[in-house]
């Protein structure tokens, strides 16, 4: 069974940073594009960052591009986000997600994508 559980979120003030990470389980990941994505109060989920399977190529949304980074160790099927320069706006709870296609040619944005999520964890920037 597919498990991905997130930790490193918190609370912070504007302009500081945090860093998430999201430790997958039941199969190596190694094959697939990971992900993160966040869900602000009232507002629908969206995709922050990508990485495709050996690291060497990512994708950001334009609000973020230059104040997070995406990796990933795939000997420790992990993915990490670190956040600088956090923003009130950021405040979300982040997901981490999994491709459901192997060896996916493009990192997708879109969440019909992505197969296996995590619970969440909460990020609060104050203002």
């Known amino acids: 069974q597919v498990q991905l559980v997130e930790s490193g979120g918190g609370l912070v003030q504007a302009g500081g940073s945090l860093r998430l990470s999201c430790a997958a389980s039941?199969?190596?990941?190694?094959?697939?594009?990971m992900a993160w994505f966040r869900q602000a109060p009232g507002k629908e989920r969206e995709f922050v960052a990508g990485?495709?399977?050996?690291?060497?190529?990512?994708r950001y949304i334009d609000s973020v591009k230059g104040r997070f980074t995406i990796s990933r160790d795939n000997a420790k099927n992990t993915v990490s986000l670190q956040m600088s320069s956090l923003k009130p706006e950021d405040t979300a709870v982040y997901y981490c997600?999994?491709?459901?296609?192997?060896?996916?040619?493009?990192?997708?944005?879109?969440?019909?994508?992505?197969?296996?999520w995590g619970q969440g964890t909460q990020v609060t920037v104050s203002s």
């Open positions: 997600a999994v491709d459901r296609v192997k060896y996916r040619a493009v990192i997708s944005s879109g969440e019909v994508a992505y197969d296996a």
């Open positions: 990485i495709k399977y050996r690291g060497d190529s990512t």
């Open positions: 039941g199969r190596s990941f190694i094959d697939s594009v």
